[in-house]
Structure formats: C-alpha cells, structure tokens
C-alpha cells in the first residue's frame, strides 16, 4: 500500500461540515450543490444521514441551506445562493479558497490570468470566476488556440494538477514573448504526496491498483502517473470492478487512493485481494 494514500484534510473537513449541518439543520434540510466529493460511496451514506443534492441553485428550496462542496463555486454562485435567501454552508477546501483569492489578487495587480485546468473540473469553473476574462489551458494545443498576448501573465493551476505538468505548460508559457510572468504555486501538498508515494510503489509491484471515483481529478492524475511509469494500472472505484484477469500472471500488487477515498474502501480491497 502507498505511505500516502486516500481522504485528504480537504475532504475530511468536508464531510465532517456536511454531516454537521445535517445535525443541525435536520435530515432532508441540506442540498448539496453537485457531489460533496468524488466518491460515489461516501456521497450515499451522507444521502442516507439526510443530505439532499442538486445541481441547480435556482431549484433550491429557501427554507433549506445550500452546502458547497470541497471544489468550492463561483462569487456569483455564491451571490445567487444570498439573494434567494439560502443558508450557505461553505465547505470549500482551505487551498481552493487560496487559489481563488490568488486569482481576484492577481486581477487585482493587472496581470491577466491564466490557470491550467480542466475547464470542465467544478473547482475550476468556481476559481475562474473570481477574476473578468480567466484564460484556462490543459494542454500544449489550448495555449496554441486560447493564450492571449498580454504584457502581465498571472499564472495559477488546478490543486490536483501534478507539478510535472504544470511545470511543462509554464516552459512553454515562458517560451513566449511575454514581458512579465508571475506564478502562483496553487498546487495542494496532499496530492503530490500521494502522487510521489504512488510512482515510488510502482517500482515494486507489477500491477498497480488505484482506487477512486471515475469523476477524481486527482485519482485520474494518479492513474495516468503509475501509467507513465510503466506499471500495468487499473483505475477502478471499489472490489465491485475487480476482474481476476487484472491480477493473472502478477505477483506483487500495489493498491493506492484518491483523496477522496475512504480507508474502508481501501481496506476492503486489499483483504479481498489478499483472500485471492
Ligand atoms: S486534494 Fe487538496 S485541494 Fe483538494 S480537497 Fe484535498 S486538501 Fe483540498
């Protein structure tokens, strides 16, 4: 198993907020505003304490509070949610909220910001908003097509980006004629840990298993590592997906998490692995 492997303080806090408020406001009295976080497992034992969930404010009851999840939302949203009189309970991630007020910062100082993301990541769709006219680019084509000419650049990234991509959007930011770049390390810690410890467990094991909702960034990103790192990976969510053709012929099996997967789940897995 990775040294550092699944639920990060982000998530933890996240789940503790939402059942919290559940205690507080009553069962059925809290909507979450999408998935709390990217794991379908925890996110159905927190529908069955009592927490609703819907993907449209304008759908909310106002005689209930709005719960918004660890990837955070959007000033507007955030707006939205106080002029239709909801209670808002924020249980944004600490580095999200950094990285959004990174963003109106450096709008702020007259740098015209980029952030490498997923432009369909919920985090990211959140932070963007905190600045007029963000430029999102994931890949080397999108700076090709998006990347204005602006004399300031301020430059931020998704929190579970890996810092080897990042670091290689920045080289190829910095290769144009840009008077002024200022970066801002939004990455999260947590992810790179668990990323570090997932590439150095691939150099003993000949299949890697990474456990996490199919939707986690951060759990795709780890996958797509053990991958680059030349180990047979299988990114499944639970024992449910395990196919005993995935472990045929193998003799050392490497289980790691996403930040949004429970020790239970893992633990599970590995018992059963181990059974077999
Ligand atoms: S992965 Fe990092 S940024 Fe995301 S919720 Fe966890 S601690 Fe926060």
Redesign the pocket.
Known sequence: MATSRGF????ED?IEIAEAAVAAHGAGKVVALGPV?HNKQVVSKLEQAGLNQSGDIETIDPAHAVLIR??GASPETMQRAKDRGLQVVDAT????KRAQNVVRQLHEEGYHVVMIGDPEHP?VQGVIGYAPDVTVVDTGSDLEAALPYKERLGVVAQ??HSPEHVAGMIAEILKRPYREVKIVNTL????TRRQEAAIALCSEVDVMFVLGGLHSA?TKEMARLCRDAGTDTYHIETWEQFEPRMAAGKKVAGVTAG??TPEWVIREFVEKLEEM
């Open positions: 990060c303080f982000g998530v996240a976080i660890s990837h991630c600490v580095l999200v985090e929190t579970t999260c810690l947590e992810v951060n930040a949004s």
